[in-house]
């Protein structure tokens, strides 16, 4: 491993981090399979209460690596299909792990966020944004379609018709817009923005840990349920939170007027 990208676990929180601040952080191989490793060990870490994806330096992630896709364009047509049909099927593994996981993600975003690093933006569950962060699609710019989630996410978002814009045209938008179009939660001063994360993923680590994670569930998958099937799921999820220590641990705290010390058990 070349630790392009970063894993720290403390006090029930795990950051991680890409790590290519000389270049922006620009996704490449190495960065994919180190996400990857991360997110699956994450994953299966019973401690880890809430996640925070971050950039090293002034950038979240700038998206791929040009230099890689320079090193490329001398290859065939064929042998850059087979590439990238690969690659991007081990991106995509990190991302699923990463939504799939019962566990809340937090983007922390400053400085670009372009291609692939607005798709993992999009592909946290919240986002934070610094003053300075600019956003853009990028994908058209380079004569490629999106990857990473983006063109799940982004319609989601900001509506299809506005995503079509966004994605066709590659305007970069600011921080305030981003907040406008409903990508981020909020944006802060850049000085504020490691401690506002901080701050949240704190909350998030404090609070009820399983119904959080079958919250999430619930959320990303209502677009493909039926009203039926949603409802269904709903009653399921809620018994299974009634039979958990945390449900106990609040509704004895709300009876006892006192803040809740939930366990995530």
Known sequence: MADVVTLQVENGVARVTFNRPEVL????????????????AIEADDSVRCVILAGAGDHFCAGGDIKMFKDMITWSAEKRFRHY?????????????????PKPVVAQVQGAAAGIGLSFALAADL???????????AYNQ??????GSSSFFLPRTVGLRKAKELAFLGDRFDAQTALDFGVVNRVVPRSDLEATVDEWAGRLTNGATQAIGRTKLLMNQSFSS??????????EHFAASTATADFVEGVTAFLEKRAPKFSGK
């Open 25 to 40: 952080n620009a996704f490449n191989d190495d960065v994919a399979l180190e996400y990857i490793a991360h997110m699956n």
């Open 85 to 101: 049909r690969t690659f991007l099927n081990q991106v995509h593994v990190g991302l699923l792990t990463m939504m799939r996981m």
């Open 127 to 137: 986002a934070i944004a610094a003053d300075d962060a600019k956003f853009t699609m």
């Open 142 to 147: 380079l004569g490629v379609s999106p990857d």
């Open 226 to 235: 039926s009203a039926v099937a949603q409802l269904d799921a709903e009653t």
